[in-house]
């Protein structure tokens, strides 16, 4: 007899275990070189306290779906790729801090809520593009990020050591621990957005904009406040959520697990785990691992994608078209979107699908400087962005969130921009080993921008 503790399953995936990925071919997955090492690392982590709970991850499930009627708008940010190293007060909380002020743009701005997803708390591996790097006629296995091996370009670091996905787990927790006191503690209180302030906000070519809204914002609340005699408590904490690539099968398996009173299984390594564009054949590994999880999920489409993938991924991903499940991350480039992206919106309508679309206007504008960074332009980022708003509102669909690489640091590493960085300015503050990020004043413009083409979508046309 079923326990009355867990419900019975509902809809479990057919053959599907948290380990059948390993029946499919996996790209991207590190070449451990001792088993029973890795085996022990599984066991370590399996045992660990989960980073998240099952109640959050439905809660954000039901936000998701929100956001798929147009009832909420998705805000998913954050570094590129995290460090063992950046694992800092100051790091985490500027980067809350960026998070928090676009978000305030945002709701003021579209008069929706927001929903605030971090790319933090797990974003550990990197896809590569070749499994090996040579420098003067050594071989060495590639960097594939923190939780797999080091970028020092030696054969101890290179190694890929399972140990570092105990340690990821850890800087994960402490992440997580440190943003949910800083929330609870009231840091994303509204009634006090002067918390968020980065020390060069105040040098921002954007600063009176920003400022007005802030205090247009304080304005409210009060007024709000007044008018109900009391304070308004909601305003003082929001909810935040992790995701991050699950690219590393292993780690994702390992804290996938079932819980008291809920049937399925759960990946509580994060809230919302998303496929990169790299890893998502519909017959890998990694579409086999998500398929059986009850999490939200995300999948990076880009330029090579077709309708009939697009189609037929829907099916394993969500067959019961459940709200909420599933979001698909367009990245096409500004030269490609309005190319490719009209007959993936059409044939998903048309198929009367239910999916979450969001833009990611930086990893389809990567190039090289003129003087050897691996950059983005603002003005690409802008126009990929608001050629999508175009796209779906000629398709019929909606746009429903934006997914960004930011920091609240103030790097140089995207050029243009309100200070119209240029390729010499890259040399002064290039930190990303990996991606070009946004500053923090680059991701407010996006914020504006975002406003910006919402209104003049949603004005009457002449
Ligand atoms: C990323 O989001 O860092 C990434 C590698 O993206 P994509 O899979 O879209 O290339
Ligand atoms: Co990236």
Redesign the pocket.
């Given at each position: 007899m079923a326990s009355p503790e867990r419900p019975q399953p509902v809809n479990l995936a057919e053959g599907w275990s948290p380990a059948s990925w390993r029946d499919r071919p996996a790209a991207q997955l590190p070449a451990y070189p001792d088993p029973v090492a890795l085996a022990q690392a599984m066991d370590e982590l399996r045992a660990l306290p989960p980073l998240v709970t099952s109640w959050e991850i439905l809660a954000l499930k039901q936000q998701l779906a929100e956001a798929q009627e147009g009832r909420r708008f998705l805000l998913q940010a954050g570094d590129?790729a995290e460090n063992f190293g950046e694992c800092t007060s100051a790091v985490i909380s500027n980067r809350l801090k960026v998070l928090l002020q676009m978000s305030l743009v945002l709701v003021h701005g579209l008069r929706l809520p927001v929903l605030r997803v971090g790319r933090f708390a797990g974003q550990y591996a990197k896809?590569r593009s070749a499994d090996t790097e040579t420098r003067d006629g050594t071989t060495l296995p590639s960097y594939r990020g923190d939780i797999v091996n080091a970028p020092d370009f030696t054969a101890e670091a290179r190694t890929p050591d399972p140990r570092r996905m105990i340690k990821a787990h850890a800087r994960s927790a402490m992440t997580m621990n440190f943003v949910r006191a800083l929330i609870d503690g009231g840091f994303a209180d509204l009634h006090h957005p002067e918390y968020w302030n980065l020390e060069w906000v105040g040098h921002s070519p954007l600063a009176e904009d920003y400022r007005r809204m802030v205090s247009g914002i304080g304005d409210a609340v009060r007024f709000m406040e007044t008018l109900s005699g009391s304070e308004v408590h909601n305003l003082n904490r929001v909810d935040f959520y992790t995701s991050h690539?699950a690219l590393l099968l292993p780690y994702e398996e390992a804290q996938t697990r079932q819980v008291p009173r809920q049937w399925g299984w759960f990946n509580l390594s994060t809230h919302f785990p998303w496929i990169?564009?790299?890893t998502a054949a519909l017959d890998g590994a990694h579409a086999e691992y998500f398929r059986g999880i009850r999490n939200p999920v995300a999948v990076?489409v880009?330029p090579s994608a077709t309708p009939d993938a697009l189609l037929r991924l829907i099916d394993l991903l969500n067959p019961g078209d459940e709200p909420g499940r599933l979001t698909f991350i367009h990245?096409m480039g500004a030269a490609q979107v309005a190319e490719k992206l009209p007959a993936l919106l059409d044939a998903v309508r048309r198929d009367g699908r239910r999916v979450l679309w969001v833009c990611?206007p930086m990893?389809g504008n990567t190039e090289n400087s003129s003087n050897g960074y691996k950059t983005r332009r603002f003005a690409n980022i802008r126009s990929e962005l608001e050629q999508s708003f175009d796209l779906h509102a000629a398709a019929g669909t909606r746009l429903g969130g934006v997914h960004l690489e930011l920091t609240g640091e103030d790097v140089t590493e995207c050029t243009g921009g309100a200070r119209d960085l240029t390729d010499a300015d890259l040399a002064r503050a290039y930190r990303s080993t990996v991606?070009p990020r946004l500053n923090y004043e680059q991701g407010l413009e996006v914020a504006m921008l975002v406003v910006r083409k919402q209104a003049q979508l949603a004005a009457p046309r002449r």
């Open positions: 590129c896809p690539e990169g564009m790299r990076k880009g990245r990611d990893h991606d």
